[in-house]
């Protein structure tokens, strides 16, 4: 079973950076898309980012484009997501996940049921 720790979380003023990381293990860790979500208070779990086995592909929501970037190093098992330009709104609980999409899609990588095994999360709060 592959377990993710998350970490990188923090308070930071809007228009600040933050880096996430999560860190995973597992025996078939490189064969996972990974993927990054988020919750705010009152609201559902929404997609933020994800990444292909390989890292040759990711994908992002509308909201973060331009701001936020996924990577991995597969040799060291982590996933990061840099955070740039950050925005009240993105204060949320951060959580990294890994998962076997059916294809490769937005669509599919946005689906919260394409992945098998998730982190804790780490709270991100961005104060005005």
């Known amino acids: 079973q592959v377990q993710l720790v998350e970490s990188g979380g923090g308070l930071v003023q809007a228009g600040g950076s933050l880096r996430l990381s999560c860190a995973a293990s597992?025996?078939?860790?490189?064969?996972?898309?990974l993927g990054w979500f988020r919750q705010a208070p009152g609201k559902g779990r929404e997609f933020v980012a994800g990444?292909?086995?390989?890292?040759?592909?990711?994908y992002y929501a509308d909201s973060v484009k331009g701001r936020f970037t996924i990577s991995r190093d597969n040799a060291m098992n982590l996933v990061y997501l840099q955070m740039n330009s950050l925005e009240p709104d993105d204060t949320a609980v951060y959580s990294c996940?890994?998962?076997?999409?059916?294809?490769?899609?937005?669509?599919?990588?946005?689906?919260?049921?394409?992945?098998?095994?998730w982190g804790p999360g780490t709270q991100v709060t961005v104060s005005s």
């Open positions: 597992g025996r078939t860790f490189i064969s996972y898309a």
């Open positions: 990444i292909s086995w390989n890292g040759g592909v990711t």
């Open positions: 996940a890994a998962g076997r999409p059916t294809y490769y899609s937005l669509s599919r990588f946005s689906r919260s049921d394409e992945y098998d095994y």
